[in-house]
Structures are given as C-alpha cells and as structure tokens.
C-alpha cells in the first residue's frame, strides 16, 4: 500500500497504522535482550533529510523545535488556507477545478470518498494558472499579480509553481530532488546517489544508498522522497520517518528493519551488555555448549560460547547477532 503524502495537519498525524506488523516480521531474528538500550537513540543526534517545501506540516524541522500552528497569525488580513499563508489559488490542470493549494486539492480529490476512478492528486509541475485572491484575476503562474500587483507569495518557485508567505520556512528550490524544501539550502547538499537533499552534517558520514530517499519508510510504508514528516538515515543509510524510529525505540527494535544492522551507535550498550553478560553465569551443563552465529552488523559467521542474555559478534563486538545452526531447544531468549 502506498500512503502518499497527503499533508494536511490531520493526515500526518495518521498513525503508523502498519508499525506493529512491520516490526514483528523483522523482530525475531534480530532483536537482541537490551538494558536501558533506550539511551542509545538519545545519544544519537537525529540526522534528516530535508522535508518537501510544499509540505504544509510545521513539526516537520527538528530544529525550530515546538509546533507551530499553521493559522498561529490568522487574522482578518490572512489569505490562504490551512496549509500555506498565499494571495492566490491554483487552478488544478488535472480536473480544471480552482483550490487554494494542492494539498486543498488532493484532500479534495485523493480522499477515500472520491470513487477509485476519480482519485488524483495534482501534478504541481503543471500547473499553469493562478487566481489572485485579492482581485479574482485568473493568470499565468508568476509572482506578481499582473493586474493589481499584489505579491501573491513572498516565496515564490517558478519550477514548481510554489507561493508560500511563510519565509521563515527557509524554503530553497533543489534541481536535484526537482522540488522545493524546507530547512535552508545552506545547511542541506543534494546527494545524487541517494537522491535527496541531506543535512550538511551528512555530507562526508553517511552510507549511501542507491536512491534510498526513493522507498517507502519501512515502518509506516509512506513514500519518503516527499513527505512532509521529519527523516532520519539510519547508520546503514536506510532511511525512515524519525517519528517510526521513535516508535521503533517504544518497542525495543534497534535494527534497522531493512537490512537489520544496528539503527544507531550502540555501543554504550554493548558495554553495558558485557558487564551483564560476564555477571551472569550460565549453569556448568553450558560451560562447554558451542553455537554459530550470524553477526546483523558485519556479517560474520562464528562459533561461540552459548549464552541465555546475548551472542557477541568476535568481529565487531555487536550483540546484534542471531544463532543460524545448533540446537532450537537451547536457542537463546534474545
Ligand atoms: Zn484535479
Ligand atoms: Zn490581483
Ligand atoms: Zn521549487
Ligand atoms: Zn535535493
Ligand atoms: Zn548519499
Ligand atoms: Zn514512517
Ligand atoms: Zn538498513
Ligand atoms: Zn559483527
């Protein structure tokens, strides 16, 4: 299923309705026994991707912090609507019909209530016309209202015919991602092999992935590339909402649900499983018991002492480790 980005406030704050499945199908192989392993997401600073610009959400940027309501300053002077403070409505190439803004339009003509045959979204790239809302002048997409004059958006994107009054959005318009983002184009870059803008922090410590910005996020299974939600590049470079990963740490899953690898530094906590593990001593009838292990992080195979708490990869010293061959019966809790 696809959950396209609908991007009003309401639809983003629809809940992972696939979560639990999601992590239940990667959960049995991976999920090692982890002590207050909560502390290794806090220790982690959120790395994101730029959200789409013609998102209306405002929890979106991490970095401005608290939420702010979109209509925060309605008043009588305010145009626009629930998504984007604007002087101007579009007219949607699609259906010829006239919305104040796109989201307007897909909440309109994407909902579950519009017959299947009908459902569309607009294709914001095509738009051509544009009404101004002071003077009701139906025009070519253009900044300037050419019959009164008014700004009809003080951000204004020819390319994808984007009119936001809100700048403190730090909107900037990516040829790369061919949209427009939030967050200001001086702290992003555009990394081609993982086709989305990045955080400059990014820049020379993530692990690419082919197009990695261009899946859905494997725990709610929304399309990432443009969604409106905050995103986090998981150490392997898998990339994911970074309110599922939050909701990955509620339910103690702190493998990346794609390929499995550790989802952040842990290595506090496999300290922390060494004191445990050297503090527990298995019964003698497990002295002696040997098993293999399939290490999530570095990929090693090795033999290695059973253990009831945890297997530590003799590679990487990751406990993110599963038991591939020996006896089920005596298989490990983690
Ligand atoms: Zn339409
Ligand atoms: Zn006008
Ligand atoms: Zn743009
Ligand atoms: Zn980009
Ligand atoms: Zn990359
Ligand atoms: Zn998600
Ligand atoms: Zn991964
Ligand atoms: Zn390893």
Not at 216 to 223: D, G, K, L, Q, T
Request: with cysteine; charged share 20%.
């Amino acid at each position: 299923m696809h959950v396209r980005a609908s991007g009003c406030h309401d639809a983003d704050q629809v809940p992972c309705v696939t979560l639990i499945s999601g992590l239940a199908r990667h959960e049995a192989p991976s999920k090692p026994s982890l002590p207050r392993a909560g502390d290794a997401y806090s220790q982690t600073a959120p790395v994101q991707c730029t959200p789409d610009a013609d998102a209306p959400t405002v929890h979106a940027q991490q970095p401005r912090g608290k939420v702010r309501a979109m209509d925060a300053d309605a008043g009588p002077e305010r145009y626009g609507c629930v998504h984007y403070r604007r002087k101007c409505k579009i007219r949607a190439p699609c259906c010829g019909e006239v919305f104040d803004c796109r989201h307007c339009h897909n909440e309109a003509k994407d909902s579950l209530e519009v017959s299947v045959h009908d459902r569309h979204v607009v294709p914001r790239h095509d738009i051509k016309l544009v009404i101004c809302s002071l003077c009701n002048k139906e025009q070519d997409v253009q900044q300037d209202c050419s019959n009164c004059g008014a700004c009809l958006g003080k951000y204004f994107c020819a390319k994808c015919n984007f009119f936001d009054d809100d700048v403190s959005k730090n909107q900037f318009h990516c040829d790369g991602c061919g949209i427009c983002r939030t967050g200001g184009a001086e702290n992003f870059y555009h990394c081609d092999k993982c086709g989305c803008c990045y955080t400059s922090l990014l820049k020379d410590s993530h692990r690419c992935v082919d197009r990695a910005m261009h899946n859905n996020c494997p725990v709610c299974i929304e399309y990432l590339f443009d969604s409106t939600k905050a995103i986090n590049v998981l150490h392997c470079g898998h990339t994911i909402h970074l309110e599922c990963l939050y909701e990955m740490r509620a339910h103690q899953q702190f493998s990346c649900p794609v390929c499995l690898r550790s989802a952040c530094n842990m290595s506090d906590i496999w300290q922390k499983l060494d004191q445990e593990v050297a503090a527990s001593l298995m019964p003698a009838i497990y002295q002696k018991k040997m098993i293999w292990i399939l290490c999530n992080d570095c990929g090693m195979t090795a033999n290695v002492q059973f253990h009831i708490l945890a297997h530590k990869c003799p590679g990487c010293s990751s406990y993110n480790t599963r038991q591939t061959r020996g006896d089920p019966a005596a298989c490990s809790r983690v």
